[in-house]
C-alpha cells in the first residue's frame, strides 16, 4: 500500500485524550478523533513521547526533547516550516510523513514514527491527518 496519496485520502484529527496504559507510565496511549466523532487509538509507544505531546498540548513549550530540538534546529537553518503530519499504515506499523514548507518547494520527510510525528505537531500546533482506511479497519474490526 502505498503512502503517497492525495488528500482525499486523509481526514482531520485531533488528539481528544491521552496518557499511560500502565501505572509507571512506561506505555503511552492516546486517541486521535475525527470531526465527525470517529476515534482512533494508538498505543504501544514511549510513556516519555507520550508525557511530551501531553506537556505541548497544555502549552508548556519551554523544554524539548534533544530529537526534536534537531527538527527545530534544521528547520530554523533551512527556513523550514512543518506544515502537517500524515499518519497511515505501513505494514503492521503506525508511520508518519511530515510535510514542511521551504521558500521553495516543499520536503516531505517519509516513514517516520507515528507517536514522535504527533508529538512534533503538538510542538508547532499544526495538523494532524490520518489515512480514512484507517478508521473504516477500526471500525470493521
Do not use: C, W
Amino acid at each position: 500500500m502505498s503512502n503517497h496519496s492525495s488528500d482525499d485520502d486523509y481526514i482531520d484529527v485531533e488528539i481528544s485524550n491521552i496518557g499511560y496504559v500502565d501505572n509507571l507510565g512506561l506505555e503511552g496511549f492516546l486517541v486521535l478523533k475525527s470531526m465527525d466523532g470517529k476515534e482512533f487509538p494508538i498505543n504501544a509507544f514511549s510513556g516519555e513521547v507520550a508525557k511530551h505531546i501531553l506537556r505541548f498540548k497544555q502549552g508548556d513549550k519551554t523544554t524539548i526533547p534533544t530529537i526534536y530540538n534537531l527538527v527545530e534546529e534544521i528547520a530554523v537553518l533551512q527556513d523550514l516550516l512543518l506544515m502537517e503530519t500524515r499518519i497511515y499504515l505501513s505494514g503492521s506499523l503506525l508511520r508518519a510523513n511530515l510535510y514542511f514548507r521551504g521558500r521553495k518547494d516543499t520536503l516531505i520527510l517519509r516513514n517516520y514514527r507515528a507517536s514522535d510525528a504527533i508529538a512534533l505537531a503538538s510542538y508547532y500546533e499544526v495538523p494532524i491527518k490520518v489515512r480514512k482506511n484507517l478508521f473504516e479497519e477500526t471500525i470493521q474490526q
